[in-house]
Each structure stands twice: as structure tokens, then as C-alpha cells.
């Protein structure tokens, strides 16, 4: 599969959200949105609410991990999703805004939540097309 | 799992001798199926942690255990400060002190059937559960400190049980050396609302039927008789546990080189037990094993009061409440020498035999009981820890089943609706506010309990005393 895409992908107990695109900023969206994806389908997450997040890490494997914590963190704390993302990385240091709207148990059907952003799996790098690929396991 | 590296010792143990980086040997507790369907990801994982500083006699695996962060899941390992020793966030894991209580009814399974639909039905409105849920408590600085401190007995304190509660339940419902200050405010945040809440995943609550007695003594002795139902809970220290988990775990990675700590894996990330950092950590994991015990206090509180007003004069009176994420510090002997011990359990039951001073009164005598949960729709058990089992993985047990099938494989094999009818036909309610999340918790997704408690006994961890089957399961 070419282009911006995330994806699942295996692991025994819990789930792999991957990220691909031409940038890593767009490869950091897509992963966040492959996280949204394991609790409900984007799809169906209106983006009316704005959330900004900020992190800084030693490198970009430690970003990622820290980025989708901190989606996890306003997940949990304002019982909301995210279906939008504006991303801006700069060394390693990300601004991000996050755009979604608060769980609806009806509308939503959430499978699971998510506990945490784990450093199992963990790659953030190009592939042999030269994309920027974000992945690693996240704890459900 | 490639059976080349182990040495079987006896029917139900395996033992891998120390090589490259290994200080103890590793030991898996299973029966040759169970060992032969484990992921070798296990003995990557079990050989690393055999590798950590000041680790004790070995690192042991429980019959259910399988591949996880650092440790495996099912994981037990000690260690010991004075030689060098570590605490390790993922050691515990995310959902620290996530474990089960179990509750007498008194109730006969004949006695709840007419009403079951209505205990379901109540009991799911009652109790949250799932994505977005919120509890009945919103806390304030303060109160969450205190609840942080004061554990179960602080929820007693705040009319969510009674005090005979609390002697049920490991560290008499409240850890002590927790430590809310070294709780960051972002672990607060998420816990503002969540006191009370199941949560999702493989946590639930179940009504169940006590289908087989296998040890009668000690059933007595638990009150526990054929026939009739108990409620069992099983979930964790929610959104504080897993910020806790998630925090502590970064710096723990990011402080190894300069702790002269040299990670195979990162998610095996440790701190020294006489560093400031692993001290922070022990304080911080303390308050969120008090913030597991007071929300599966609030729980049963919530579940009182649905029975209160479905079966008036229903007494449900607790048996016992055991954690299966945690680090304790605990005392053992090892090669005839006492020793203070750092045990972490990783999707692990403390286990104490007869005798124990941490048991309460009236089970001294008999052991403690370790509460086995399933997955919707297969059994559960209670055991109880053994004289033989003190001396074999520091007095632990395995935990549950273990996931068999990823998430997606469960999402393909089965669908939400067609596997909550098939229970029901089973005479299995289940109650979830999300039916994919049903399909990914089917109870095929998971190994066989039965043959997980099966070696757990035959390995002299625990013994068997009954079998549970599920007749309502609150899903979250």
C-alpha cells in the first residue's frame, strides 16, 4: 500500500497502530489516528473540540512514544476522541493540535481503551520507499 | 516454544541454566502443552529478566504466562537491595494492582435464575464500565491524596463497605509507604473521575456459580458450597495506574545508562531500589496499589446496592481481594536464610501457605485464597496457597488464562452480537456497551484456564479448591 496510510498490526495481547506518510509529521498523524481506530473508527469522530499538545524527547523513536501518551492522557482525562491532527516537528520537539469530541457510548461503540503507548515494536523511520513509518504496540 | 534450552525438572517445571548475562537460572511452572504453545518471545523475556541486577534465586514464569512488555506476563522475579537490586515499572505493568475480589452471595443458583436478567441489567447501569465512563466521586487535591494513602480502608472510611472488608484484603486494604507526592499531577488529572469505574478490556465484573468443589477443607474454610453464586470483580487502578506505568517507565529508560544499567529491551527499563528514582517509583506504585483497592471497594459498594434493592437482605461478604501487578517487599527464604525480598508479580497471585502473618485471623490457619479469573464464558477458580508453595517463585501463582488469539484474529473469528447470543444460550448475560469489544474478548481468544490451573496445582504453586462458572458478565 503506497501513500498516507495507517495500520494495525499484530501482537498477542494487545495492538500495533502504525503510521506512514511523506513526512514524519504525517506519519505521527496517521499513527495517531491508527490509535483512535483501535478504540472506534475515525470516521465517526466529529472534529468540534481542540486540544493542543506539546513534547519534547531525546529522539524521534522517544517522540512518538511521548506523543501518543499525550493524546492518551487527553483521551482519558477529558473522556474525549481525535479524528484531526496538526502536527509540527521541529528537532524533538512536536506542537500538535488535536481536534475530536467526547466519547458517545451510543454513537461510538468503543471496543477498548487504551492504557498506554508502549516501546514494544517501536521503529519511526523511512522504509525502502522512502515514506516515514511511526509504529509501536500500545498497552489496551 | 523451542523446548532445546530447558531442563525439565518435574512434571511441571522447566529450568534453563544461567548463560550469557544470565546471574539465576529461569523456571517456567507449566505442563509440556502449555510450555510448547508459550511464544519463545517468553524465554527471551524470562532469560533477560534472569539477567537484571540483584535479581534472587531465579526468574520464574507461571503456567499462564505470555509474551509482554520487559517481563513476560505471568512473570515473577525478586530482588534484593542490599545486593544491588532493582524495581522495574514494567515489571508490574501499566495496570498496576490490577487484580480480582471475590464475594459471597449466600445465594443459590436456583435462587438468583428468576432474577437474573433484572441483577444484569441493574448491575450494568450501576456499575461503569467501559470507554468515557465516569465513577460516583469526584475528588479533590486533598481527597485524592488521601484515597492515594489510605487505600480500601479509605473508602471504608468514606461509607463504601464496611471495616470486616477490610481484612480480606491483601495489606489489610491499605499499602502501606505510598507515597502521593511523587503521583504527578497528569496521573491526578486522569483519576479525577474514574474511582469506581471497571474499565475495559478483559476487566469485568461476573456473577458465578460454584460448579465443582475440588479440596472440601478448605472450601469450608472459604464458606465456599456448590451451587451457590459469588460476584467477582476484576479490574485495576484505572487512569492513575497506567500515567504512573507510562511515566515512571520513560524515566526509567531514559536514567539506565546512567544507573550503569545496560538494557537488552527498553520496556525492561529499572531503576536501582536505593535510587531516588526507583524510591519515586516505589512511593508512586504504592499509591496506586491504594488506588486499586479503593476502587474495587467503591465497586463492591455499587454492587451491594443493586443487590439491596433487587434481593433485599443479601449480604455479600468478601472473601478475599488479591492483586496480580505489583512489587511488594516481603520476606522469603532463601537457601535457609530470611531474606527482605523486592517481589515483582507481573499477571501474578501472591500465594501464602498456611501460616502466614499477613493472612487474616480466621484463614491463618488454612492459607490464602487465590481468586483465578476467566474470560466471559469460561470458568474461574479458587485455590489456596500451600506449605510447598512458599518455597517454589516466592509464593505465586498464575492470574488467568492469557490471551491465545491477537485482537484482530478475535474480530474475524467472532462477531459481538452472534457470541452474546451464543452465551446467553449457554445461560452466560452479558452486559458490554460495546460489542466489538465482546468480539475481541471472546472467551476462545483465550488459553484454556482450566488447564492453566490444572499445572499451576501440579506444580505445587496452589492447590485447586473450586470451580466457577460465569452466569451474568459485566463487560466494559
Known amino acids: 500500500m503506497n501513500g498516507v496510510h495507517w495500520e494495525h498490526f499484530p501482537h498477542q495481547a494487545d495492538i500495533g497502530v502504525r503510521g506512514i506518510g511523506p513526512t514524519l509529521a504525517a506519519a505521527f498523524e496517521q499513527a495517531a489516528l491508527a490509535m483512535t481506530a483501535v478504540v472506534t473508527d475515525p470516521a465517526k469522530v466529529v472534529p468540534d473540540r481542540a486540544v493542543e499538545v506539546r513534547c519534547e524527547a531525546p529522539d524521534d523513536e522517544l517522540l512518538l512514544v511521548d506523543w501518543l501518551n499525550a493524546l492518551i492522557l487527553e483521551m482519558a482525562a477529558r473522556h474525549l476522541l481525535f479524528s484531526r491532527f496538526d502536527i509540527h516537528i521541529e528537532g524533538h520537539t512536536l506542537h500538535a493540535t488535536a481536534w475530536g469530541e467526547a466519547v458517545d457510548t451510543a454513537k461510538h461503540q468503543p471496543a477498548v481503551e487504551v492504557k498506554g503507548a508502549t516501546y514494544t515494536g517501536l521503529k519511526v523511520g523511512r522504509n525502502e520507499s522512502g515514506q516515514w513509518l511511526a509504529q509501536c504496540v500500545v498497552d489496551v | 516454544m523451542n523446548l532445546s534450552h530447558f531442563e525439565r525438572m518435574s512434571e511441571a517445571e522447566w529450568r534453563v541454566a544461567p548463560f550469557g548475562k544470565m546471574r539465576v537460572p529461569a523456571v517456567i511452572y507449566a ?148 507515597e502521593p507526592g511523587q503521583v504527578s499531577e497528569h496521573a491526578k488529572r486522569r483519576q479525577r473521575d474514574e474511582i469506581g469505574t471497571l474499565g475495559s478490556g478483559n476487566h469485568y465484573l461476573e456473577l458465578q456459580e460454584i460448579v465443582e468443589i475440588c479440596d472440601s477443607k478448605a472450601a469450608d474454610r472459604f464458606r465456599l458450597r456448590q451451587g451457590e453464586v459469588v460476584v467477582s470483580i476484576h479490574c485495576g487502578s484505572r487512569g492513575l495506574g497506567h500515567q504512573i506505568g507510562t511515566e515512571f517507565l520513560r524515566q526509567m529508560v531514559i536514567a539506565a545508562p546512567g544507573h550503569g544499567i545496560d538494557l537488552p529491551d527498553r520496556e525492561l527499563a529499572c531503576a536501582p531500589i536505593k535510587s531516588s528514582l526507583g524510591q519515586a517509583y516505589l512511593g508512586a506504585m504504592r499509591a496506586a496499589i491504594n488506588c486499586a483497592l479503593a476502587n474495587r471497594q467503591v465497586i463492591t459498594h455499587l454492587t451491594r446496592e443493586v443487590f439491596a434493592d433487587v434481593m433485599p437482605g443479601t449480604h455479600l461478604a468478601l472473601i478475599y481481594d488479591v492483586s496480580h501487578n505489583t512489587c511488594k517487599l516481603e520476606t522469603h527464604t532463601v537457601d535457609g536464610q530470611s531474606r527482605r525480598l523486592y517481589v515483582h508479580r507481573k499477571g501474578a497471585t501472591r500465594a501464602f501457605g498456611p501460616g502466614h502473618p499477613a493472612l487474616p485471623n480466621e484463614l491463618r490457619d488454612i492459607g490464602q485464597p487465590v481468586l483465578i479469573g476467566g474470560s466471559m464464558g469460561t470458568a474461574s477458580y479458587i485455590l489456596v496457597g500451600t506449605e510447598a508453595g512458599m518455597a517454589r517463585a516466592f509464593a505465586s501463582a498464575c492470574h488467568g488464562a492469557g490471551r491465545s488469539m491477537s485482537r484482530h484474529q ?37 488459553k484454556d484456564v482450566s488447564a492453566v490451573v490444572e499445572a499451576a496445582d501440579r506444580a505445587g504453586l496452589a492447590r485447586k479448591v473450586a470451580k466457577l462458572k460465569p452466569l451474568v458478565c459485566i463487560k466494559g
Open chain 2, 31 to 178: 505442563d509440556e502443552a502449555l510450555i510448547r504453545e508459550m511464544d519463545d518471545k517468553v524465554f527471551e523475556q524470562l532469560t533477560n529478566v534472569a539477567a537484571l541486577p540483584g535479581i534472587v534465586q531465579a526468574a520464574y514464569a507461571m503456567p499462564d504466562a505470555h509474551w509482554g512488555y520487559g517481563f513476560p506476563i505471568g512473570g515473577v522475579a525478586a530482588f534484593d537491595a542490599d545486593a544491588g537490586g532493582v524495581v522495574s515499572a514494567g515489571g508490574v505493568g501499566f495496570d498496576i494492582s490490577c487484580g480480582v475480589r471475590t464475594l459471597h452471595t449466600g445465594l443459590t443458583a436456583a435462587e438468583i435464575t428468576p432474577l437474573k436478567q433484572r441483577l444484569a441489567d441493574r448491575l450494568f447501569a450501576r456499575i461503569p464500565a467501559g470507554v468515557g465512563s465516569t465513577g460516583p466521586l469526584r475528588l479533590n487535591a486533598n481527597e485524592m491524596d488521601a484515597m492515594l494513602r489510605g487505600g480500601a480502608r479509605w473508602a471504608v472510611e468514606h461509607g463504601y463497605g464496611s471495616a470486616a472488608d477490610l481484612d480480606r484484603i491483601e495489606e489489610h486494604g491499605c499499602m502501606a509507604g505510598a
Open chain 2, 410 to 446: 478475535a474480530t474475524r473469528q467472532w462477531h459481538g452480537r452472534a457470541l452474546v447470543d451464543e452465551l446467553a444460550g449457554q445461560g452466560i448475560l452479558i452486559r458490554s456497551p460495546s460489542l466489538r469489544g465482546v468480539a475481541e474478548e471472546a472467551p476462545g481468544a483465550y
